[in-house]
């Protein structure tokens, strides 16, 4: 095989990439240099196909990247799983478009179904007052997402494939968004991002990394609601998760309490 047609195969899985998941993975981003194949006779050398666009019609640019609006158009068609067949709304996600965090949950409840929007039941309430705690807000530097954008039935855990089917475009929501801090809520988040088995008591309040990440864990908020017991720990790991940002992004609650003054 020639350099060239290695070079046509390595792009046309960069396009399959970005076709399914919304974005190229940083492993597909950069093309390596290959080189010919020993062979023993020359094979032909295959010319890129040129399209040339009609004298009357300019010739379309290049595509710039992708958006969240593109990875949402895509979330919205997805059939990859069975959640799809269920579902009343998908919840892509919801926040600013440059957060400093972003935090991650497990999956859409019975509200988030209704509402098209993540955390909006009785849990995201408590995740607002969560958040406003640390002077975090999905109005002004955070921005929300779940491992998986449909509901399961009966608010159950996501199945392996569930969370591998939406996994392309939650990296490709967090390769757009570059946060400052990704806060994880519970056992699912957690696991998924890590790729682990261990549980959430083993996993929180601690940070680890994520592609150059800070990654933090604490309890979901639906655990809170059933045990006010862990109200406490959560509250200390919250307390690790702004000390971690105003060590790398000082201002980080500048907005917040912009807003909040104006409000």
Do not use: H
């Given at each position: 095989m020639t350099a060239a047609q290695k070079n046509q195969v390595f792009q046309l899985l960069q396009n399959a990439s970005a076709w399914?998941?919304?974005?190229?993975?940083?492993?597909?981003?950069?093309?390596?240099?290959?080189?010919?194949?020993?062979?023993?006779a020359p094979l032909p050398e295959v010319q890129p196909e040129v399209t040339v666009a009609p004298q009357n019609e300019s010739p379309?640019?290049?595509?710039t990247g992708i958006s969240l609006d593109s990875v949402n158009a895509k979330i919205s068609a997805c059939q990859n799983c069975v959640l799809s067949k269920t579902r009343t709304h998908v919840v892509p996600g919801e926040g600013v478009s440059n957060p400093?965090?972003?935090v991650i949950g497990e999956g859409p409840g019975e509200d988030e179904d209704e509402s098209g929007r993540p955390f909006v039941g009785k849990a995201g309430?408590?995740?607002?007052?969560?958040?406003?705690?640390?002077?975090l807000s999905r109005d002004s530097n955070c921005f929300i997402a779940n491992i998986v954008k449909c509901r399961p039935p009966m608010n159950r855990t996501p199945m392996p494939d569930e969370a591998n089917a939406c996994s392309g475009y939650l990296q490709a929501q967090i390769h757009i968004l570059k946060p400052q801090l990704i806060l994880?809520?519970?056992?699912?988040?957690?696991q998924n991002l890590l790729q682990t088995?261990?549980?959430i008591n083993a996993?929180?309040?601690?940070?680890?990394?994520?592609?150059?990440?800070?990654?933090?864990?604490?309890?979901h908020p639906s655990a809170l609601l059933r045990d006010e017991a862990l109200k406490r720990p959560a509250w200390e790991d919250l307390k690790k998760a702004r000390?971690?940002?105003a060590e790398i992004c000082p201002d980080y609650a500048a907005e917040f309490y912009r807003m909040q003054n104006k409000a």
């Open positions: 399914l998941n919304g974005y190229v993975p940083d492993d597909l981003a950069v093309c390596p240099e290959f080189s010919d194949d020993a062979v023993q379309k640019p290049e595509s400093v965090v972003m309430q408590l995740l607002d007052k969560m958040l406003a705690s640390i002077a994880a809520m519970g056992r699912t988040a957690i088995e261990k549980g996993l929180r309040g601690q940070f680890f990394d994520y592609n150059g990440i800070p990654v933090i864990a604490t309890y000390a971690k940002l």
